[in-house]
């Protein structure tokens, strides 16, 4: 079950993060399951997962897009 992190949305007080484990089949939550406080769900990147057998595909993707960065740019970490 992926974990997911809320922000509490009240403009008079500090924001509080946490996080909640939910199935991704679930509706974000709208309150604080403690506090009854208005939240809402953050975007945020997760964790990407690299091996090995990812390796040819990006070498195959670099070789086709040429050497000098795409359509973000050169020096971006992502070619």
């Not at 484990?21 to 945020?44: H, N, W």
């Not at 070789?63 to 020096?75: A, P």
């Amino acid at each position: 079950m992926p974990t997911y992190i809320y922000e509490t949305t009240n403009p008079k007080k500090p924001v509080r993060r946490f996080e909640v484990r939910q199935s991704m089949k679930d509706a974000p939550l709208t309150k604080d399951p403690e506090t009854g406080e208005a939240i809402r769900r953050v975007i945020s990147g997760g964790l990407g997962y690299m091996s090995k057998f990812n390796a040819p595909k990006h070498a195959d993707m670099r070789r086709e897009m040429g050497s000098g960065g795409g359509s973000c740019g050169s020096g971006c970490g992502c070619h």
